[in-house]
Nanobody, 123 residues
Framework: QVQLVESGGGLVQAGGSLRLSCAAS????????MAWFRQAPGKEREFVAA????????VYADSVKGRFTVSRDNAKKMVYLQMNSLKPEDTAVYYC????????????????WGQGTQVTVSS
């Protein structure tokens, strides 16, 4: 069993930065691929970024490439999403997800999900 708790969301002006954190419980955290998804008002949840269990492989949605960076610290059981050059269209609830077996990181087939943290980017 894995529990995920996101933090770090808030209100920021366009062009600004935020760093989201996801704290995980469970002894086998280092075995899990981790991902970030987001859901804007009135829209479906979408993939943002993912990192492999070792941290050696990362995947990004085209909309955030070059602006967002996903990373993890297995010793601390933490996953991070550094978001730079934020745009109003990045406004959404951001969710952390985990799965030990997922192969397609961008699909919403992760077994464990956090409750989300709100990110609002003002223009």
């Amino acid at each position: 069993q894995v529990q995920l708790v996101e933090s770090g969301g808030g209100l920021v002006q366009a062009g600004g930065s935020l760093r989201l954190s996801c704290a995980a419980s469970g002894r086998t955290f280092s075995n899990y691929a981790m991902a970030w998804f987001r859901q804007a008002p009135g829209k479906e949840r979408e993939f943002v970024a993912a990192v492999s269990w070792s941290g050696g492989s990362t995947v990004y949605a085209d909309s955030v490439k070059g602006r967002f960076t996903v990373s993890r610290d297995n010793a601390k059981k933490m996953v991070y999403l550094q978001m730079n050059s934020l745009k109003p269209e990045d406004t959404a609830v951001y969710y952390c997800a985990a799965d030990p077996f997922i192969s397609d990181y961008s699909r919403q087939l992760y077994k464990y999900w956090g409750q989300g943290t709100q990110v609002t980017v003002s223009s």
